[in-house]
C-alpha cells in the first residue's frame, strides 16, 4: 500500500536551504545584467527588423524545397542584407530585405537561379514600417494598463500592497534582462526586433507573474497555518516551489532549444527571445519577487517599530 506523500518530498533536494540569505547576491546578478543592458541599449541601441522600418519584400516559387539558411548566406555574400527568409509552402518563400533597387533585385535572382534552376517571381514590392509610432505609443499604453491591472489584482487576492508591487517590479526586470540582451544580440549576431519579438516580450510578462503568483499563494497558505517570520515562511514557499518551477520551466526550455537549433531563420530569434524571458522569469520569481516582498516587509516593520 502506498503511503502518502508528503507535499515538501518533492524538494527534497532543497530541504533546510537559506534561500534569502544570498539576496545580495541575486540582485547583483540581476544588477549587473540589467546594467550591461542598459549600456548596450545607450550604445547601440535596438536593431530594429522590418516591421519597424519598413524594406522590401520579395517572394518566389521554386521548383523544389530550398534552404532558407542557404539562401540567406549566398544572398548575404553577394553584399545584399537580408532580414528573414519564410516559407510559406508549396515550396514559396518570403524574402524581407531593407530597401534595395532592380540592380540589387537581379543580383539576388542570380544567385538564386544557382540554387534552384525554376524559380517564378510572385511579388515585389517596398513597403513603409508596418509599426507606427502610434501603434507603439498605444502598445505601451496597453503593457501599462495591465500593469496597473495585475497589481491591483494581486495587491487584493493577497491583502497587501506589497505582493502586487514586487510582483510588478519582477516583471519588469525580466523585460529590461531580454531587451538588454537582444540589444547586445542585435549587434553582435544580427538579432532584429520585430512583431515577434513583441509577441516574446509580451509573453515573458504573463509568464514572470504566473511563476510568482505561485510562490506568493504558498507563502499566503503559510501565513495562515503558521505565525513564523516572513522570512522563514519564504524561505519555505520558495523549497516547496522550486522543483514544481524547474521542471516546468524545463520542459519548455529543452523545446525552445530545439527550436533554436532546427526552426531555422525565420523563428530563430523569437525562440531566443522565449528562452532567454523563460530563463529570466524562473529566475525572478523566487530571487526577485521574493526577496523584494521580504525586504519591503522588513523595512516597514523598522518604521513601524521607530514610531
Given at each position: ?165 514586487s510582483a510588478i517590479f519582477a516583471m519588469f526586470h525580466d523585460s529590461f534582462v531580454l531587451i538588454g540582451l537582444f540589444s547586445f544580440l542585435g549587434h553582435f549576431a544580427g538579432a532584429e526586433v520585430d512583431f515577434l519579438f513583441v509577441t516574446a516580450l509580451l509573453t515573458t510578462l504573463s509568464f514572470s507573474v504566473h511563476d510568482t503568483i505561485v510562490v506568493y499563494d ?13 522570512v522563514g515562511l519564504a524561505n519555505r514557499a520558495i523549497t516547496e516551489t522550486m522543483s514544481r518551477s524547474l521542471n516546468n520551466s524545463f520542459t519548455i526550455i529543452f523545446m525552445l532549444f530545439a527550436l ?48
Amino acid at each position: 500500500m502506498l503511503s502518502s506523500i508528503n507535499p515538501v518530498s518533492s524538494s527534497v533536494l532543497f530541504i533546510n536551504m537559506n534561500w534569502l540569505r544570498y539576496k545580495k547576491i541575486y540582485f547583483l546578478i540581476s544588477g549587473i545584467v540589467i546594467g550591461l543592458g542598459i549600456y548596450s541599449l545607450l550604445s547601440w541601441g535596438l536593431r530594429l527588423g522590418l516591421d519597424f522600418r519598413g524594406g522590401t519584400i520579395l517572394e518566389y516559387r521554386f521548383g523544389k524545397e530550398i534552404s532558407a539558411d542557404i539562401a540567406k548566406k549566398a544572398i548575404e555574400d553577394a553584399g545584399i542584407e537580408v532580414s528573414s527568409i519564410q516559407s510559406l509552402g508549396d515550396n514559396t518563400y518570403l524574402f524581407k530585405l531593407p530597401p534595395v533597387e532592380v540592380s540589387d533585385k537581379n543580383k539576388i535572382e542570380n544567385v538564386l537561379s544557382r540554387i534552384s534552376e525554376t524559380q517564378e517571381e510572385l511579388r515585389y514590392e517596398t513597403v513603409g514600417p508596418s509599426v507606427g509610432p502610434e501603434l507603439v505609443k498605444k502598445t505601451i499604453y496597453a503593457i501599462i494598463i495591465a500593469s496597473v491591472a495585475i497589481l491591483i489584482w494581486v495587491a487584493i487576492q493577497f491583502k497587501s500592497i506589497k505582493f502586487g508591487t514586487s510582483a510588478i517590479f519582477a516583471m519588469f526586470h525580466d523585460s529590461f534582462v531580454l531587451i538588454g540582451l537582444f540589444s547586445f544580440l542585435g549587434h553582435f549576431a544580427g538579432a532584429e526586433v520585430d512583431f515577434l519579438f513583441v509577441t516574446a516580450l509580451l509573453t515573458t510578462l504573463s509568464f514572470s507573474v504566473h511563476d510568482t503568483i505561485v510562490v506568493y499563494d504558498r507563502i499566503r497558505e503559510s501565513q495562515k497555518i503558521s505565525d513564523g517570520d516572513l522570512v522563514g515562511l519564504a524561505n519555505r514557499a520558495i523549497t516547496e516551489t522550486m522543483s514544481r518551477s524547474l521542471n516546468n520551466s524545463f520542459t519548455i526550455i529543452f523545446m525552445l532549444f530545439a527550436l533554436m537549433l532546427l526552426g531555422g531563420a525565420t523563428i530563430k530569434w523569437f525562440a531566443v527571445a522565449l528562452f532567454i524571458g523563460t530563463v529570466s522569469g524562473t529566475y525572478s520569481s523566487p530571487f526577485v519577487a521574493v526577496p523584494l516582498l521580504v525586504i519591503w516587509d522588513q523595512l516597514a516593520d523598522k518604521i513601524k517599530n521607530r514610531k
